[in-house]
C-alpha cells in the first residue's frame, strides 16, 4: 500500500504558473504508475495527466501544452508543472496511484488517492 501527500496548491492569477508535488511512502515508489487527478465543484472528476513506470506520459486534452507531469524515483516524489492558468483550471487536484501501468496508459481509474490539494486561478 502506498500513502500520498500532495503540496504546492493556492491562489494564482490567470497566466500564471504553479507546481505541485506528490511525496509518496509506505511502498517501493518506482513499481507504481502516478497521476494527477482534478475536480471541480459540481464538475465530474478528470484525469489531468498520468505516467507509467517507464515514464510514458498521458495528458487531458485541454492541458497538453501547459502541464508537465514528471516523477523523480529517488525522491518518491511526482511532480505536475502547470503554466498558462486559466480560470477553468480550479480544482481540487488529487495525487494517484496504481501498481498497473493501464490506467495511466487508457484513462482509467487509479488505485489509490492521495486528500489533495486545492488550486485556485483567479484575478
Known amino acids: 500500500q502506498v500513502q500520498l501527500v500532495e503540496s504546492g496548491g493556492g491562489l494564482v492569477q490567470p497566466g500564471g504558473s504553479l507546481r505541485l508535488s506528490c511525496a509518496a511512502s509506505?511502498?517501493?515508489?518506482?513499481?507504481?504508475?502516478m497521476a494527477w487527478s482534478r475536480q471541480a465543484p459540481g464538475k465530474q472528476r478528470q484525469l489531468v495527466a498520468a505516467?507509467?513506470?517507464?515514464?510514458?506520459?498521458r495528458y487531458l486534452d485541454s492541458v497538453k501544452g501547459r502541464f508537465s507531469i514528471s516523477r523523480d524515483n529517488a525522491k518518491n516524489t511526482v511532480f505536475l508543472q502547470m503554466n498558462s492558468l486559466k480560470p477553468e483550471d480550479t480544482a481540487v487536484y488529487y495525487c494517484?496511484?496504481?501498481?498497473?501501468?493501464?490506467?495511466?496508459?487508457?484513462?482509467?481509474?487509479?488505485?489509490?488517492w492521495g486528500q489533495g490539494t486545492q488550486v485556485t486561478v483567479s484575478s
Open positions: 494517484n496511484a496504481d501498481r498497473r501501468n493501464s490506467p495511466a496508459l487508457t484513462g482509467g481509474e487509479f488505485e489509490y
Open positions: 509506505g511502498s517501493v515508489f518506482g513499481n507504481y504508475a
Open positions: 505516467i507509467t513506470t517507464f515514464g510514458g506520459t
